[in-house]
């Protein structure tokens, strides 16, 4: 069993930058897809970024892409997702996603269903 554990949420202006974690338990998290995802009041949750198991892939959602930035530190089991430039619509609660599957197909890393294993979530507030 995996757990995950979100951090680093918070209030921020637009313009401004933010880091968020995801921590898991475990021994095999080096092994998984991880992905960020995002949910605002009333809306779907939503594809944001996601990393392969090895670290050399990335995908990004349009919205996103060249503002945050998705990297994983295996040796202390986190994923983490700079956020650059934030604008407003930026605001929701931000959700890490662990995948068992190891192929990195964007057909399967953007849908939700697809991951085994989520954290609680972090808030993250956007002001204009």
Do not use: H
Not at 48 to 55: C, F, N, P, Q, R
Request: charged content about 20%.
């Amino acid at each position: 069993q995996v757990q995950l554990v979100e951090s680093g949420g918070g209030l921020v202006q637009a313009g401004g930058s933010l880091r968020i974690s995801c921590t898991a338990s475990g021994r095999s998290f080096s092994t998984y897809t991880m992905g960020w995802f995002r949910q605002a009041p009333g809306k779907e949750r939503e594809f944001v970024a996601a990393i392969s198991w090895s670290g050399g892939s990335t995908y990004y959602a349009d919205s996103v892409k060249g503002r945050f930035t998705i990297s994983r530190d295996d040796a202390k089991k986190t994923v983490y997702l700079q956020m650059n430039r934030l604008k407003p619509e930026d605001t929701a609660v931000y959700y890490c996603g662990g995948d068992r599957n190891p192929t990195f197909q964007v057909v399967i890393i953007t849908r939700p269903s697809s991951y085994d294993y989520w954290g609680q979530g972090t808030q993250v507030t956007v002001s204009s």
